[in-house]
């Protein structure tokens, strides 16, 4: 028993070597920053690496101190939070649909919807603009929110509908010879057996919203509506000579989003291997 367990551990320890690589390649710059944020400029030359000595708050306080800061956290938020409710909302339909539903023409219509994956989001900007500004949404923060649930659909109702083709067809039978209705059965059964992979489409497009950079830049010209990446570029340029309070800046524009997913990973790793499972 002993010697079989010391042949698993033999076996697993590639895996957790490459695992602790990984994870140094992003837990390093993390850590880097957010101690970087407590420093004087002249100790991130001297002692890069160090502990801060003495810590310096005032970078931080100097950020959450600012307006823009807010105001650029309230764009954000409000736009993840309405891009991840509609194209979450939008594609549990349409998924439920593909999965539930035989049609004729059902498989190529699905097929056009997993091919928007293919198609890159810098090729469709400059006709996104041109669309944007013919309707009238440039500077308009439905502009960012309809095109990011557009160019959400795709992935989100690939893994929503694999995960509603594996609930068993008896829990559907049973919910209409008790009177349920079609959508009754969607709302009232699929959905709340789907929280795992809901969490998880809900988590990716929220984290894809919050770091979305280029849409935002296109968009927006007025500087009060811009979003948080747009105002750490804003930040960067305003304040090139003070890295210290850079790296502040770009750690409190972080916090919100690593908060969110730190809160529903377990929720996301749960709906991928549902989904990867379930058929």
């Known amino acids: ?53 003495p810590w310096v708050a ?25 891009s991840t409710a509609l194209v979450v909302a939008l ?12 049609f004729r023409g059902r498989e190529l219509l699905f097929t056009l919807f997993t091919a928007g994956l293919m198609f890159p989001f810098a090729v469709a900007i400059l006709p996104i603009f041109v669309l944007l500004r013919t309707f009238g949404l440039l500077d308009n923060p439905l502009g960012v929110i309809l095109t990011q649930a557009a160019f959400g659909l795709p992935l989100t109702i690939i893994i929503l509908r694999q995960f509603f083709r594996g609930i068993p067809g008896e829990v559907e039978e049973a919910a209409t010879l008790d009177g349920c209705s079609t959508f009754g059965f969607f709302w009232r059964i699929l959905l709340p057996m789907a929280r795992p992979a809901l969490a998880t489409v809900s988590v990716l497009a929220l984290v894809g919203s919050w770091n979305n950079f280029m849409l935002p830049l296109v968009v927006f010209s007025d500087e009060s509506a811009w979003t948080l990446p747009l105002g750490v570029q804003q930040f960067q340029g305003q304040y090139a000579s003070d890295t210290a309070r850079i790296l502040a800046y770009l750690v409190l524009a972080m916090v919100p989003a690593l908060g969110f997913y730190a809160i529903a990973e377990r929720h996301l790793v749960g709906g991928l291997t549902a989904g990867a499972t379930k058929g």
Do not use: E
């Not at 697993?12 to 837990?27: C, D, K, Q």
């Not at 307006?67 to 409000?78: E, H, I, V």
């Open 91 to 102: 594609s549990a339909l349409a998924a439920f649909v593909f999965a539930r539903f035989a």
């Open 58 to 82: 005032g970078n931080y306080t100097a950020v959450l101190a600012s307006g823009s800061f807010w105001r650029q956290l309230w764009n954000s938020t409000f736009i993840a939070v309405a």
């Open 1 to 53: 028993m002993r010697h079989a367990k010391n042949a698993v551990r033999r076996n697993t320890l590639p895996l957790h070597a490459v695992a602790w690589i990984v994870g140094a390649f992003i837990l390093v710059p993390i850590v880097y920053a957010v101690l970087g944020g407590f420093k004087h400029n002249n100790q991130l030359s001297s002692n890069p690496f160090g502990l801060p000595d």
